[in-house]
């Protein structure tokens, strides 16, 4: 099973800053495999990113994906109040597919 | 627009069966992707419990494997979970989602429903 790990477990920021938050995978994984997600209180997860830098449709963007192997980051250049939430990425690499811890993003 | 719902049971007791339906509107589960289930409980991360495609080859989670079922009904467009012998650690929030064609990533995803094991 491959273990993907985000840091930090929480990043505290203010609107318009920027936001960078890590995922390391266990073992490399092809960048077509790695995905990042969105989810607010009592919703369900939002597809942001596939293929690790490909947006989903109706991403705004300032989301951004970058990364090979086993580093991957996402990136949101200027927070808006919207963004503050949970992120988690995930892998299809190799089965079963697995999803990081999450970070949390906190309005600071 | 795709969508997913699922229903079922928000209760179930200890040692029972966790059933839950997800209905697909917006595009066949007959299509060229595979459906999947994945649950949150209260708090903690996101796992994915197991996939099925159209032809009803599923694929589950090896940690949950010799427990869970799932299956499909093409003639009412949904997919179904069956979770046995189930316990507190299973109280949680159940997704039903679709993978992307490629099986790389969750595009759609249901609203979630809580299921609660107690007595």
């Known amino acids: 099973e491959i273990v993907l790990t985000q840091s930090p477990g929480t990043l505290s920021l203010s609107p318009g800053e920027r936001a960078t938050l890590s995922c390391r995978a266990s073992?490399?994984?092809?960048?077509?495999?790695l995905a990042w997600y969105q989810q607010k209180p009592g919703q369900a997860p939002r597809l942001l990113i596939y293929?690790?830098?490909s947006r989903a449709t109706g991403i705004s963007d300032r989301f951004s994906g970058s990364g090979s192997g086993t580093d991957f980051t996402l990136t949101i250049s200027r927070l808006e109040p919207e963004d503050f939430a949970v992120y988690y990425c995930q892998q299809y690499g190799g089965s079963p597919p697995t999803f990081g811890q999450g970070t949390k993003l906190e309005i600071k | 627009q795709v969508q997913l719902q699922e229903s079922g049971p928000g209760l179930v007791k200890p040692s029972g069966t966790l059933s839950l339906t997800c209905a697909v509107s917006g595009a066949s589960i007959s299509s060229s992707n595979w459906w999947s289930w994945v649950r949150q409980p209260p708090g903690k991360g996101l796992e994915w419990i197991g996939e099925?495609?159209?032809?009803?080859?599923?694929n589950y989670n090896p940690s949950l494997k010799s427990r869970v079922t799932i299956s499909v009904d093409k003639s009412k467009n949904q997919f179904s979970l069956n979770l046995t012998s189930v316990t507190a650690a299973d109280t949680a929030v159940y997704y039903c989602a679709r993978l992307s064609g490629g099986r790389l990533h969750f595009d759609y995803w249901g609203q979630g429903t809580l299921v609660t094991v107690s007595s």
């Open positions: 099925i495609y159209h032809s009803g080859s599923p």
């Open positions: 073992q490399s994984l092809s960048s077509n495999y």
């Open positions: 293929g690790a830098s």
